[in-house]
């Protein structure tokens, strides 16, 4: 059974012969990868600026006008000093980037070639949130959710047409699936009150998983934090996929009410559990995940590409990949796991 396959049975929670992995080579020697990507190749007519601020700092503006700054080796992503949109009148004028132009995706059918027996996943910059908070700066971008609704809904909505071109065009490539990050919440709660989300956010999330659903791709989201507020809402509205990186935010007993409705995908949590650097606790932690979440489907194991950021020895995620090809094999003549 192909990497595919396997994919296709834990997101239908058909008895896939195991779980699902996604993991990086660990000390130069590779790991079962079920998945593959693909995204939009660079705008040509983009010319991208990168510069030093002299105070430790590495900026940057990217296709969507937005100017970011991070410390030099100790992250890898970083915030939003300077955006686009400084007033609403500047939304007339805006010009987004060219995600929509297919011209930009003609080399996804290589990668389709390349890939066949991978799970295929199209990247997108988010339902709308993502992109949009910081074409105002998020902190000018949350008040405006309660003084000026209406122009966020304006703006969600021009990003989230650009969004479902891709669908489109990631469907005619032979995608399987879309995926896209998009952090909601704290670590206490959700960046806007559930009623704000319900009445700005989730009209957008519908129309995304409505238009990918009819296209024939899954929807895979990540997010950040505590979100639980949305989560019930979201396998309501068909949300295939979640990819959580703190898992034991939210409870792995509490998350696995959804089993058979929405399948996770996690590493073991990266705050929690992961930095105790104990052997048996992330051994532990790897087999509820299976017991709980992954039990006929609905669990796909990962590591969390950012070692370096929360201070995390690779080998403590190595711990929890052995552990969950022992636990999480449960047909070994269709898994193509490594002996």
């Known amino acids: 059974m192909t990497s595919r396959e396997i994919i296709q049975r834990v ?55 937005c100017t970011w700054r ?22 007339d004028t805006y010009r987004p980037p060219t995600l929509a132009d297919r011209s930009r995706y003609k080399h996804c059918a290589e990668v389709r070639d390349k890939h066949q027996d991978k799970y295929l996943l199209g990247g997108v910059p988010g339902c709308a949130f993502n ?17 000026e609704p209406d122009k966020i809904k304006r703006l969600n909505r021009m990003v989230n047409d650009i969004v479902l071109t891709q669908v489109d065009i990631y469907a005619e490539y032979g995608a399987d699936g879309i995926t896209y990050c998009e952090d909601w ?29 009819s296209r024939g791709l899954t929807v895979w989201m990540h997010s950040c934090g505590y979100v639980r507020d949305i989560i019930p809402p979201l396998v309501d509205l068909g949300m295939d996929l979640f990819q959580f990186d703190q898992p034991d935010l939210h409870r792995i007993d509490w998350l696995a009410q959804f089993h058979g409705r929405v399948t996770y ?56 990949y052995e552990e969950w090809l022992r636990v999480g094999t449960f047909d070994p003549a269709q898994a193509e796991v490594p002996a």
């Open 11 to 65: 997101l239908a929670h058909d008895h896939p012969p195991r779980i699902g992995l996604t993991f990086s080579p660990y000390e130069g020697e590779p790991r079962i990868c079920d998945t593959a990507g693909m995204g939009p190749a660079a705008d040509p007519n983009f010319q991208a600026k990168r510069w030093k601020d002299g105070q430790g700092g590495e900026c940057w503006v990217d296709e969507w006008g």
């Open 70 to 91: 991070r410390l030099e080796g100790k992250t890898l992503g970083g915030e939003v000093i300077d955006p686009p949109l400084k007033t609403w009148d500047d939304l």
């Open 265 to 320: 995908w996690c590493p073991v949590d990266i705050q929690t559990t992961l930095q105790t650097g104990d052997e048996a606790v992330i051994k532990a932690k790897a087999r509820e995940m299976v017991e709980r979440l992954g039990i006929g489907g609905g669990f796909i194991g990962k590591d969390y590409g950012d070692n370096m950021s929360i201070g995390c020895d690779p080998l403590w995620q190595h711990w929890a």
């Open 185 to 213: 919440g704290t670590q206490e709660r959700l960046l806007v009150s559930p009623r704000m989300w319900h009445e700005i956010f989730k009209p957008d999330f519908e129309r995304l998983l409505n238009h990918a659903h």
């Open 131 to 147: 992109v949009a908070r910081y074409l105002r700066r998020l902190e000018t971008y949350l008040e405006d959710c309660a003084a």
